[in-house]
């Protein structure tokens, strides 16, 4: 018997916005308030692994097509050069930097390097995880 | 802050409370899944709805920051639970758990007879 999952879709489609939009919040609010790359990453692998479930792992695939082992490894590529651009300014490995800057919306922002680098974790943290339940899950 | 809005925050808590306490007492005491289950999904998300919602009121009246995470919490769990209980009782009558003896209605009882009709 084909199940029929007419609720479960349609409320997968609102609720991995919503965790989408968490995850991010929780990513840029890592400077100053609880979260940062590496929850605010665990929290977008879980609404993929949430659309994984609900539709099946091909469906996805061809929606997202994203290697995650090519993710994870991007991001760590990312956090090293972050790390290592402190070398060009005479500074000692993984030094960061900051600035106040004047954006158009959103007025007097504090710009540092360290959010590169949360990417870079961010990045990581994403295609492991994926990448972890998916080979799991995979038959064969 | 203002008296009224006390009274309002402490009664919204306690009735969260409660109301999770009924869910509590109606997964320990009703006979089947079924039954557990809507009382588990029902109450329980009443109850956390309240609690949320007198957090929310509790930081807005006192320290004025309105805190989008509790609304947004309030959403995604007044969206989510209900359809949590749903597939879990689906999963329980399509693994063929049985019904309460005392139950007189199976309405999906008719249509599983003939499961190879459905199959395409």
Redesign the interface.
Known sequence: ???NDV??HS?TK??VF?IL??SI?LFFGGHHNPGGGFIGGLSVASGLVLLYLTFDIETVRRNIPVDFKKVAAFGVLIAIFTGASSLLFDKPFLNQAYGYFNLPIFGKTELATAVIFDVGVALAVIGTAVTIILSISEDG | MIEIFKIIIVALILIGAFLSLVAAFGVLRLPDVYTRNHAASKAATLGVLAVLLGTFLYFYMEEGQVNS?VI?GI??IF??SP?AG??ISRAAY?SGVKLWDKSVQDDLKLKEIA?SK???
Do not use: G
């Open positions: 018997m084909k199940p609720i479960l409320v609102v609720a919503i939009t968490f919040y | 995470r947004l959403v995604f969206v989510t359809v749903h597939l399509n499961p459905k199959r395409q």
